[in-house]
C-alpha cells in the first residue's frame, strides 16, 4: 500500500514537474514567434528601402552616364563610355545579386552584356577594365563594395576623361 501510494506521489510530482515545463516552453515558443514576425517584418522593410536604394541608384548613375555621353566630345573616349553603359544601366539588377550574394559581380554582368553587342562584354574587360589598375583591383573583388566603387571610378575616371579632352580641343581650339 505504500508503495503505491508513493508510486501516485512520485506520478503526480513527475506530473506537476512537467506540466509547467511544458507552460514554460510554451511561453518560450510563443515569444520567439513573436520575434520571428518582428524580424520578418524588419526583413520586408529592409528588402524594400535596399530595392528603393538601388532604383534610385540606378537613376542617379544613368543621368551621371547620360550627362558624361552629352559632354563628350572625344569619339575614342565615347566608345570607351558605350562600353561601360550596359554595366550602368543595369545597375539596380548587379546591385541586389551583389547584395544577395558574393561573387556575384562577374556572372550577373556578363548576363547584362548579353543582350548587348555579341563582343561587348570581352571589350568591356579588354579596354575598360584591364587597362586601369583601380578599376581592375574593384573588378577582381568581386563583391558589393567592389561594385559600387567599381561603378563610382569609373563614372568619375571618363568624366575627368572628358574634362580633359575638352580641356585639350578648348587649347587647341585657342592656339589655332
Known amino acids: 500500500m505504500i508503495a503505491v501510494l508513493l508510486i ?38 529592409f528588402s524594400k528601402s535596399m530595392a528603393l536604394m538601388a532604383g ?22 565615347l566608345n570607351e563610355i558605350m562600353l561601360i553603359k550596359p554595366f550602368i544601366e543595369n545597375y539596380s539588377l548587379i546591385f541586389k545579386e551583389c547584395l544577395m550574394r558574393k561573387g556575384k559581380l562577374h556572372s550577373t554582368t556578363q548576363k547584362c552584356f548579353l543582350g548587348a553587342e555579341t563582343d561587348s562584354y570581352k571589350d568591356f574587360i579588354n579596354v575598360v577594365v584591364k587597362k586601369d589598375k583601380k578599376v581592375q583591383r574593384l573588378w ?21 576623361k572628358s574634362k580633359s579632352d575638352l580641356a585639350v580641343e578648348s587649347t587647341v581650339a585657342t592656339l589655332s
Not at 56 to 77: A, D, I, M, S, Y
Open 8 to 45: 501516485t506521489v512520485l506520478f503526480v510530482c513527475l506530473s506537476v514537474y512537467f506540466f509547467f515545463r511544458a507552460e514554460k516552453l510554451q511561453h518560450t515558443i510563443v515569444s520567439l514567434k513573436r520575434d520571428m514576425a518582428k524580424i520578418q517584418k524588419e526583413n520586408q522593410v
Open 140 to 160: 577582381n573583388s568581386n563583391n558589393f563594395i567592389g561594385f559600387i566603387s567599381l561603378t563610382e571610378a569609373l563614372l568619375v575616371k571618363y568624366e575627368d
Open 56 to 77: 534610385n541608384g540606378e537613376e542617379f548613375v544613368n543621368n551621371r552616364l547620360n550627362l558624361l555621353l552629352n559632354e563628350t566630345q572625344c569619339q575614342k573616349t
